[in-house]
């Protein structure tokens, strides 16, 4: 198998996202200039933000984004399941990335390096950051076979004042309209109770173990979650067979300067 090349050129831009600049720039802009933003008091913290095709959920991860935009951290870690192939632990990366909105480095970091990448998690979220973000320090980890607990002291361990650590995770997948809004209701609900046990056993979601980190991080400093946005693909893409959910939750310090 090969190493993971220095520079990680754009997977999905074509699919997921446009592979112009112009167009992409637009795209994002217009879904920032519509994300209408709750007020937030504290630090913001952390974020869960969906990953799929942005004409299904950009809308979505754009109320993430234009929170994180205010915000304006120094160094952003950025987290999701592997949905492609069987991965061990969690890596990182190492060199550029690449995207139609140019490029940024990764953060040196002692985590193992992931090899032959094809995953879309993170890649889908980085145009967004690169739109909302002037400059920052980037650490993309990748994760499969780990429990909640020990991604979370990986996690941690990235942890600074001006880090925000941002979970890629869609919610339930292809069951009906209805259906998909009871449970994503049901698993939101739990995030945003912090229950983390009723999450473990009944949230519905493809990066669940990221988001579970971010409750047991909330849970251990403080850290208060607000729902920013909810729709699912029925709402976006008008087909209400055999949806997938989406959401933007914030997690906010309250004392946080």
Not at 9 to 15: F, P, W
Not at 71 to 80: N, Q, S, T
Request: charged share 25%.
């Amino acid at each position: 198998m090969r190493e993971q090349k220095t520079t990680r050129n754009a997977l999905y831009a074509g699919s997921f996202y446009p592979s112009g600049k112009k167009a992409l720039s637009e795209m994002i802009g217009g879904f920032l200039k519509n994300s209408e933003q709750k007020k937030i008091n504290g630090k913001l913290r952390a974020l869960v933000v969906p990953h799929a095709g942005y004409v299904y959920s950009g809308q979505v991860a754009a109320f993430a984004f234009s929170a994180l935009k205010k915000a304006k951290p120094k160094r952003i870690v950025l987290f999701g399941p592997s949905h492609h192939d069987f991965v061990e632990g969690a890596n990182s990366f190492e060199g550029k990335w690449v995207t139609p909105l140019g490029s940024i480095s990764v953060s040196k970091n002692d985590l193992p390096v992931i090899k032959n990448d094809q995953e879309h998690c993170l890649e889908v979220q980085v145009p967004f950051l690169q739109k909302v973000l002037k400059k920052f320090a980037f650490t993309p980890i990748i994760y499969g076979e780990i429990s909640a607990k020990k991604l979370g002291e990986i996690i941690e361990k990235f942890s600074e004042k001006e880090t925000v650590f941002i979970a890629s995770s869609d919610l339930s997948h292809y069951l009906s309209y209805d259906l998909a809004k009871k449970s994503d209701s049901e698993s939101i609900d739990s995030v945003l109770k912090l229950d983390l046990n009723t999450f473990i056993e009944s949230g519905d979601a493809c990066g669940k173990t990221g988001i579970a980190v971010l409750i047991i991080l909330a849970k251990k400093y403080g850290w208060k979650p607000l729902l920013l946005e909810y729709k699912n693909s029925g709402d976006t893409s008008g087909n209400k067979n055999n949806v997938v959910g989406y959401a933007s939750i914030a997690f906010i310090d309250k004392e946080g300067k």
